[in-house]
Nanobody, 126 residues
Framework: QVQLVESGGGLVQAGGSLRLSCAASGRTFSRYNMGWFRQAPGKEREFVAGISWRGGSTYSADSVKGRFTISRDSAKNTVYLQMNSLKLEDTAVYYC???????????????????WGQGTQVTVSS
């Protein structure tokens, strides 16, 4: 069992930056692929970025490439999402998720993640 707790969300002006953190409990955290997803009002949950369990491979949605960076610190059982050059359309609730299936390739499908955090709100204002 893994518990995930996100933090770092808030209100920021367009063009600004935020860093989200996801603290995980559980001895096997270091063996999970991790992902960040987001969900805006009235929209489906969408993949933002993912990182392999070893941290050697990262993947990002086209909409955030070049602006968002995912990383992990296995010693701290924490995954981060550094968000730069934020846009109005980045406004959403951001969730971190853990995939315990030992996939070789990090999945972008929400249905393939087994554990989810409660989410943290990110609001970008003009």
């Amino acid at each position: 069992q893994v518990q995930l707790v996100e933090s770092g969300g808030g209100l920021v002006q367009a063009g600004g930056s935020l860093r989200l953190s996801c603290a995980a409990s559980g001895r096997t955290f270091s063996r999970y692929n991790m992902g960040w997803f987001r969900q805006a009002p009235g929209k489906e949950r969408e993949f933002v970025a993912g990182i392999s369990w070893r941290g050697g491979s990262t993947y990002s949605a086209d909409s955030v490439k070049g602006r968002f960076t995912i990383s992990r610190d296995s010693a701290k059982n924490t995954v981060y999402l550094q968000m730069n050059s934020l846009k109005l359309e980045d406004t959403a609730v951001y969730y971190c998720a853990a995939d315990e299936s030992y996939r070789v390739v990090v999945s972008s499908r929400a249905s393939e993640y087994d554990y989810w955090g409660q989410g943290t709100q990110v609001t970008v204002s003009s």
